[in-house]
């Protein structure tokens, strides 16, 4: 499985099938899951925990600390794409349609090499 090769309707099947075997869809409610989305990107946050912006960089983190981010996010992706079983969404269409809000709230030529919305201090997706 590579990303050149492997398309979210794939990924959604696979996750589906999982579930399904362990026939775990009985605890995989909305909350439930949103509430574990939680959980393992604060278990993510954790390898970023108490090093500086620098460290965080690619090139400074170990192979072995790559691996182990990687894990966590993939345990956020996982979950995710329970949640979006679950409730049944497109997440290409979701993805899409979030993505041209964002683009007219953050225009390039007054957020390029700048973060925030002008009136506070919040950071861009």
Same mark, same amino acid.
């Given at each position: =499985?590579?990303? @050149?090769? /492997? &398309?979210?309707?794939?990924?959604?099947? &696979?996750?589906?099938?999982?579930?399904?075997?362990? @026939?775990?869809?009985?605890?995989?409610?909305?909350?439930?899951?949103? %509430?574990?989305?939680? %959980?393992?990107?604060?278990?993510? =946050?954790?390898?970023?925990?108490? %090093?500086?912006?620098?460290?965080?960089?690619?090139?400074?983190?170990?192979? +072995?600390?790559?691996?182990?981010?990687? +894990? @966590? %996010?993939?345990?956020?992706?996982?979950? *995710?794409?329970?949640?979006?079983?679950? *409730?049944?969404?497109? *997440? $290409?269409?979701?993805?899409?349609?979030?993505? @041209?809000? /964002? #683009?007219?709230?953050?225009?390039?030529?007054?957020? #390029?090499?700048?973060?925030?919305?002008?009136?506070?201090? $919040?950071?861009?997706?």
């Amino acid at each position: =499985m590579s990303d @050149e090769q /492997t &398309t979210i309707a794939q990924l959604r099947a &696979t996750m589906a099938q999982f579930v399904a075997e362990r @026939e775990w869809n009985q605890f995989h409610a909305p909350k439930n899951l949103a %509430i574990s989305i939680a %959980i393992e990107t604060a278990e993510l =946050m954790e390898h970023f925990q108490w %090093i500086s912006v620098q460290a965080s960089r690619r090139d400074q983190l170990s192979t +072995e600390s790559v691996q182990a981010i990687g +894990e @966590e %996010i993939a345990d956020v992706f996982c979950y *995710l794409l329970a949640l979006v079983n679950e *409730l049944d969404l497109d *997440l $290409s269409e979701t993805f899409a349609a979030k993505f @041209e809000k /964002t #683009r007219k709230k953050y225009p390039v030529e007054k957020f #390029r090499g700048r973060f925030g919305r002008g009136d506070s201090d $919040s950071a861009p997706p």
